[in-house]
């Protein structure tokens, strides 16, 4: 396969995002590194990733599954006794990282710093009773989700979730991709920039309807989450101190390459070797949710074990495609169908928020290539 083949798509990127929005592309095809490109900014720069994080933190938790060390399928109070007051003793793991379990706030909040802080959001979140009954309905748990697997493996290994991918992820794969940035690196930080604000196109496209209004869960969840200002905002994801942690549901920072370096190494496409066994790899992307999200008030969302799943308003890949989007706009995902793995960063956030819609006509490229 030669990387020629998809210099129309490196054409396509660079006429569809802006140097003054500064984004990274990286793919690999059956192994082979085809596209490792940027605009706007050092291609080996790092970029706050968000949510793509959770793809990170969800390779390393995959890992201790994989060795036996938690069933997806047994309740959390197996390995998390404290967890099972309020109604929560019955939640299964796989119900709680699949954001099911009711819990992705607790009802009085939990402050920035509390999230940053090993094993006080998840004591907080151990304590909650269930903002809906556990498994009747599911919505977005953006931040908890991190913290519940960060806390499990804590559990199982003595080891947080960023010490686990550290050591068992993000070293032997080389991957320039952080869960808790060494303060000798946050000088290659490519800072987020302020989004644009939606043109007329965009918000027909992608905007509420007239008549949309937030509802409970959402409203009450993002309540505050991340002030620029005031004694919080020194615990904000991309602040010096989130760096250094490096929360695992939205705290990564990575290039582009780095998120497809981790991504390939686990699915190992193309070669005789993976970071994760082919069947670890089914159960956590199989599909376990999908519809009306109650926190993220969308009616076409679709989530794995962990991993975002293609649906409607994700359309990145098969029915057996698992990556996931972040809040900037931010991507990386797996492909099966073509042997496709891409990673995606941008420095200026996007509208709506998540995938950046600029990648889908790009993606589309790329799949119509790979699968040819």
């Known amino acids: 396969m030669s990387a020629a083949k998809y210099q129309e798509v490196v054409e396509l990127f660079k006429s569809a995002i802006p140097e003054d929005d500064g984004a990274q592309l990286s793919v690999f095809i059956k192994g082979e590194q085809v596209i490792n490109t940027s605009v706007g900014v050092d291609s080996d720069a790092l970029i706050n990733v968000f949510s793509c994080s959770k793809a990170l933190s969800g390779i390393a938790f995959a890992q201790i599954v994989e060795r036996g060390l938690i069933d997806l399928d047994e309740t ?70 991190g913290t519940f697997m960060s806390e499990l493996a804590f559990k199982v290994t003595g080891k947080t979730i960023q010490e686990n991918f550290e050591e068992n992820v993000r070293k032997p794969s080389g991957a320039q991709a952080f869960l808790g940035l060494p303060e000798s690196e946050h000088h290659r930080i490519a800072p987020l920039l302020p989004g644009k604000g939606p043109t007329p196109e965009l918000l027909k496209k992608f905007g509420p309807p007239e008549n949309f209004v937030a509802g409970p869960y959402n409203s009450h969840v993002f309540r505050g989450l991340a002030p620029t200002d005031g004694p919080e905002a020194q615990y904000s994801i991309p602040s010096p101190f989130g760096l250094k942690f490096g929360h695992p549901a939205a705290g990564g920072v990575a290039s582009a390459e780095g998120l497809a370096t981790v991504l390939q190494w686990a699915v190992g496409y193309g070669t ?101």
């Open 76 to 145: 959390v109070v197996t390995y998390w006794p404290e967890f099972g007051v309020k109604g929560k003793s019955k939640i299964t793991v796989r119900q709680l990282l699949s954001h099911q379990a009711g819990l992705p706030e607790t009802r009085l909040g939990v402050t920035n710093k509390q999230w940053l802080t090993d094993h006080d959001a998840a004591n907080l979140l151990a304590a909650e009773r269930p903002l809906w009954a556990p498994g009747k309905a599911f919505g977005y748990h953006g931040l908890s989700i």
């Open 272 to 372: 005789n070797s993976s970071g994760l066994r082919p069947d670890t790899i089914e159960d956590f992307s199989q599909l376990q949710v999908n519809g009306f999200d109650l926190v993220l008030d969308s009616p076409n969302m679709s989530f794995g074990t962990i991993f975002m799943k293609p649906c409607g308003a994700k359309p990145f890949g098969s029915i057996s495609a698992f990556g996931h989007d972040g809040a900037a706009g931010a991507m990386v995902l797996a492909d099966p169908e073509g042997e496709i793995v891409l990673g995606y960063t941008v420095r200026r956030f996007t509208y709506p928020g998540g995938m950046d819609p600029r990648i889908r006509p790009i993606l589309g490229a790329i799949q119509k290539i790979a699968r040819s």
